[in-house]
């Protein structure tokens, strides 16, 4: 085969989160997973692989490389109405397959850069806009719950009837929120893989790896999201986890509150199982985990979680998480930089053993009031905030006071000095407090 074709969705996030109630967000997930389906089948031959908004494909002529790419791009429009992929064919016959890949990526890219995505205005004295995306012109009506009719634009309304809950699945974000602890609250999880440019060139040397590691990417993260979503389901019950973008190298997930950090626990257990891996060391990767009230608009869950996941990634070899608890004041504010003492981001392991710590820190009884006051300890000048947390651990029980002290815990001072600065868990403590129980 002499000509290597790629297609990369393009703006995945952008179009998955338009419309922020979760029908409309999950059937959009499913149409662009349906049209990369969709391109898989058509080619079904000469595809390589075609998971998480990217298809690989190769073909004896340039003519055909051609077709691929115009039925790709005519695919995506007219499954999703909205949503766009952008594709490009290499010549690979002088090359070896890495580098014909890397070639055709940097051909896609380019290719992204040239599209001057016309946006359509919606505020045409000719038509009404779009109620819900507010982007295109209004053209259809759609039922949504409570005999609320609204009128959409094609897209939007292709989303909504997709979007459908399953069995099992909760029908809103409202909903998902009464399943959790404390009621109405939700996190929203980002895991992203590390470095996968660096990691996809040191496992593929050719076709063959190039199919067997891209799909052994995809399984994991898939299944090890399916196996963690049943792991906090109780049985026979709503799914306590709505999966919202998974596939390629990154998963998008958003749950009940407390959920969170067993799924997590659950999800790391899974994903690095030697079985998923047939002899590949699996990845690293970052976790971003957003705690909010689930009225919080699932795009702005998106941003504040793709920080914190940019923020984990700074802890490199290592799976990582950094998390961020979003307040009423925080959201109204906007102020999400402006944030209080924390440790983050933490190495997954320490993470995990700091929130088993939390869980013996209420086995014991800590009483929550005493607790909450370490968050304004946290603010004060070290040397005051230290003799106030001596202070509130003389006021504690052995048990809790000993627990606290502890390394894996808050330590035996407030504050740490690291080589990178001080630092301190004790306001993390305070607002994990609430979303970490025994399950
Ligand atoms: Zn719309």
């Known amino acids: 085969m002499s000509y290597l074709a790629l297609a990369d969705a393009d703006r995945v996030q952008e179009y998955v989160f338009g419309p922020s109630q979760l029908r409309y967000v999950r059937g959009a997930s499913r149409l662009q997973t349906q049209a990369i389906e969709r391109i898989e089948s058509q080619f079904h031959s000469e595809v390589i692989f075609a998971n998480g908004g990217l298809a690989l494909a190769e073909f004896d002529t340039g003519p055909e490389a051609q077709r691929f790419c115009q039925a790709s791009e005519e695919v995506f429009r007219t499954v999703t109405r909205s949503a766009t992929i952008s594709a490009a064919y290499v010549d690979q016959r002088e090359d070896s397959f890495p580098t014909a890949w890397k070639r055709v990526r940097d051909a896609v890219e380019r290719r992204k850069r040239q599209r001057n995505d016309l946006s359509v205005d919606g505020a045409h004295w000719l038509w009404s806009s779009c109620e819900r995306c507010g982007l295109r012109p209004a053209q259809t009506l759609v039922p949504e719950a409570g005999n609320q009719v609204v009128s959409c634009c094609d897209a939007c309304s292709s989303k909504w009837w997709k979007g459908e809950a399953g069995a099992h699945e909760v029908a809103d974000f409202e909903r998902l929120g009464q399943l959790g602890s404390p009621e109405n609250y939700l996190a929203l999880l980002y895991l992203d893989l590390d470095r996968m440019g660096e990691y996809l060139e040191r496992n593929i040397a050719n076709k063959e790896q190039c199919r067997t590691v891209s799909m052994a990417v995809d399984e994991a993260l898939h299944g090890s999201v399916d196996c963690a979503t049943m792991h906090v389901t109780r049985r026979g019950e709503e799914l306590r986890v709505v999966k919202l973008l998974v596939g390629g190298d990154d998963a998008v997930v958003i749950m009940a509150a407390d959920a969170a950090v067993p799924f997590l626990r659950e999800f790391r257990e ?11 060391e699996p990845p690293w990767f970052s976790a971003g985990i957003v705690y909010a009230h689930s009225h919080f608009p699932i795009s702005e869950f998106m941003l504040v979680a793709k920080q914190c ?8 070899g290592q799976h990582s998480a950094s998390f961020r608890l979003i307040t009423s004041s925080l959201a109204e504010e906007g102020d999400q930089a402006d944030r209080h003492a924390t440790a983050c981001p933490y190495s997954l392991d320490v993470f995990l053993l700091f929130c088993d710590q939390i869980l013996e820190l209420k086995s014991k009884e800590a009483p929550r009031s005493k607790i909450h ?3 304004e300890i946290c603010q004060e000048d070290e040397l005051p905030g230290t003799y106030e947390y001596l202070n509130l651990l003389l006021r504690l029980s052995p048990p809790v006071r000993s627990i606290l ?12 000095h690291l080589p990178g600065g001080r630092v301190t868990r004790g306001a993390d403590l305070v607002e994990l407090w609430e979303f970490v129980h025994d399950q």
């Open 373 to 375: 006051r370490l968050h």
């Open 270 to 280: 899974e994903f690095v199982k030697p079985a998923r891996w047939e002899g590949l």
């Open 309 to 316: 996941c940019r923020e984990a990634k700074k802890l490199r």
């Open 405 to 416: 002290r502890k390394r894996e815990c808050v330590g035996p001072l407030l504050w740490q």
